[in-house]
């Protein structure tokens, strides 16, 4: 009888010792994050981690700008390559922000692919690539490229181009979770633009503009994946106090466009999302002046080509302004970086329109100042500093000569940079502009949406020359030009300013060039063998040393007329390479 | 490593288990992706019952990238004046040009596939303010 007692007994202790190795087992596989990891709170203090560049824009400064100096304007032309590395089916090239945190370099591509790299060696830790719906996206047209990821809780996050925001664990590489947010298979679009961490949240806006639908923005909870809001950018919210369909005429709200895509920035002292929206459905609209009741869309098209304010917890919109009411020329607020910036004691946001003007704010969205960028811009004769259009010019059927800028904007949405030390705002602007005919159309939403564009159009050089494209420093809240750099084609890629008194601006030729913050003088330049249409950082590696890492691969909706417009070298360059190039001090 | 060992330990467990709870099947809890399911939309429709103008769907969707209305290349080749067949167009129209061409098709009907051709066919040259150099062969060139 003791015997079969003992047995028993241990028969029991096996028990117990196997549900707790499984319940160990169980846990061990839990997703979790440790306290090193990125978090809302490493980016809220982004000062205080020099070395890392956690979020698109930098920090929520929305700067573009890295505070190291072991690279400076002294020794930059000791700069050489340290290593680079090849995104695999890299259609229309690298057009991201590479993000780094504690030495470990990430970054998204086409297709949706990221990689996680040691930053100093260019060692791969790991690679991921979706499982996407590719019959989707071999009939979509803004795409297959990626803008950008964001990094939180564990995670790398990241839209993908058939409707999802998908979790990957950080360490490993693995997908988390994933959520379906965008019909895409009946929308057509998804997303490529960089999600932002605010919180406990993830922020993502679709595309839409010229794409028939309402173009939503989305607030996901960054832990379970659970959408958390949406807001519509067209029309808004119905039952709210941003319900604003009654500035579509004719339910135009439906098929409207709008979306956000290209990312926001944050507030933290006001705690707003600022998020800049794309442009009504049809593209182009024939209602000529009398556009608050006839054409297409009659009315103001609220929240199209505006800067809107949204809680990050609920979604509410908090504040906005309609930087081009009902836009007629496809000049998205969705391009460009809210620069947070102090003067005088006073607080304000400095947004750029792709039309070419540049938004001076206050922290709630009023307008402050409006200042032109761009030289060649006649869709309107002036925007006041209250943010009034004076002298707009509609369009009718038909032919019209001469309308500038092009339809690829005066600003395009790569970013540009601003350097505390010099107070100076350093920007992209081209000029160039267009012939078009505007037509009737129907918007098609059967099988699929399909674009709504409303006219056929040309490329023609401005009335002041040739098509260029220029680099300036500006005083960011007033636009005094400090010095400015000419470039025979528009550059398209974003910029970095750097602590050393460096900006780098990486060019659609292939040359990267470091020039003297303060005098705009170049010090120095290297050819990536491909053009610039995508973004630059600069981070610590575990050595310990500074690094400037760019992405180069040529292609898009803008990048793509170069071949024809230019000739070479665009007309060689591959359409389906896209290689990060990272360089260091000698 | 740890993990490691506690998969073994667990292993070992759940043999010895059995021993105690026979035809017990001890399930490990991994951890799985949630996937959430799309909310549903409303969202408008526009009937298009009938066949649409060529010219309407070039100032549609085809006039991003085919500049001038077909008569100039930008993103995609100029098509006045094009040397491609019939069969090679309407095969464009539908099918795109996979890698570096995205169609718009097969989003238009059978019908609809066929009407640009008499759209291009009619299609004179027509020049912009100041004439550009309009040569090149684009990324969704017939000839590529």
Known sequence: ?586 | MPTLVLFFLCIWMMIALQRVIPGTLLAVRMQVPATVAQPSDKQGETSTAKPRDPAQIFATTCGWCHHNGGREAGEWPQLVGTSASNGEIIYRIKMGKPVTCQPSAPLFSEEESTAPLSYIGNLKPRYSSIEMPRNFIGPCSTNE
């Open chain 1, 1 to 586: 009888m003791r015997r079969s007692m003992m047995t028993r007994w241990q028969r029991g202790l096996e028990s117990a010792v196997a549900v707790l190795a499984v319940a160990a087992f169980a846990l061990s596989t839990v997703h979790s994050w440790a306290d090193s990891d990125v978090t809302y709170e490493r980016i809220k203090n982004a000062d205080k981690y020099p070395g890392d560049w956690m979020t698109y824009h930098g920090s929520y400064k929305s700067w573009h700008y890295s505070p190291l100096d072991q690279i400076s304007s002294k020794n930059v032309d000791k700069l050489r390559i340290a290593w680079t590395h090849s995104m695999p089916r890299a259609i229309r090239g690298l057009q991201s922000m590479p993000l780094a945190a504690d030495g470990v370099l990430y970054y998204s591509g086409p297709y949706n692919q990221v990689f996680a790299l040691d930053g100093a060696t260019g060692e791969v830790i790991w690679y991921y690539k979706q499982n996407l719906n590719e019959d989707l996206v071999s009939k979509q047209t803004h795409s297959p490229y990626n803008r950008g990821i964001a990094l939180g809780y564990g995670n790398v996050y990241m839209g993908t181009l058939d409707g999802k925001l998908v979790a990957i664990d950080v360490k490993t590489g693995k997908l988390t979770w994933e959520t379906k947010l965008i019909d895409s298979n009946k929308l057509t679009v998804g997303f490529t633009g960089a999600p932002l961490l605010v919180k406990d949240k993830i922020i993502i806006g679709s595309q839409g503009g010229e794409w028939p639908y309402r173009g939503p923005i989305f607030g996901v909870d960054a832990k379970t994946g659970k959408e958390a809001w949406k807001f519509y950018t067209v029309g808004g919210n119905e039952g709210t106090k941003s319900d604003a369909r009654k500035t579509w005429g004719n339910d135009s709200w439906r098929t409207g466009g709008g979306g956000g895509w290209m990312t926001g920035g944050y507030d933290p002292d006001t705690n707003i999302v600022w998020w800049g929206t794309a442009n009504p459905a049809p593209l182009y609209d024939y209602s000529g002046a009398d556009y608050k009741n006839a054409g297409a869309r009659p009315g103001d098209n609220l929240y199209t080509t505006s800067v809107i304010g949204l809680d990050p917890e609920t979604g509410e919109l908090k504040a906005y302004h309609q930087e081009l009411p009902h836009d007629a020329w496809d000049f998205d607020s969705a391009v460009g970086e809210f620069l947070m910036l102090e003067k005088a004691g006073r607080k304000y946001m400095v947004h750029p329109n792709k039309g070419g003007f540049v938004f001076v704010y206050d922290r709630m969205g009023k307008p402050q100042n409006v200042w032109r960028l761009v030289k060649n811009i006649n869709f309107v004769q002036d925007i006041k500093p209250d943010g009034t259009l004076v002298g707009r010019r509609d369009l009718t059927e038909g032919d019209h000569k001469g309308l500038c800028p092009f339809i690829a904007g005066g600003i395009s949405w790569n970013s540009g940079a601003y350097d505390p030390r010099t107070g100076l705002y350093y920007k992209v602007g081209n000029e160039w502009c267009m012939d078009l005919t505007v037509k009737k159309t129907t918007p098609i939403l059967e099988p699929m949406a399909q674009l709504n564009i409303g006219a056929t159009f040309s490329l023609v050089p401005p009335p002041d020359g040739k098509i260029r494209g220029h680099i300036s420093a500006r005083d960011p809240l007033t636009g005094a030009k400090k010095w400015e750099v000419e470039f025979p084609e528009p550059p398209l890629a974003s910029l970095l300013s750097t602590g050393g008194n460096l900006l780098f601006v990486p060019d659609p030729r292939g040359w990267l060039r470091a020039l003297d913050a303060t005098s705009g003088k170049e010090l120095w330049k290297h050819n990536n063998g491909q053009g610039h249409n995508g973004g630059i950082i600069s981070y610590l590696g575990k050595d310990k040393k500074q690094y400037v890492a760019v992405e180069t691969g040529w292609g898009g909706l803008a990048g793509d007329d170069y071949a024809s417009l230019f000739g070479k070298p665009y007309n060689s360059f591959p359409k389906d390479a896209g290689t990060l190039v990272v360089f260091t001090l000698q």
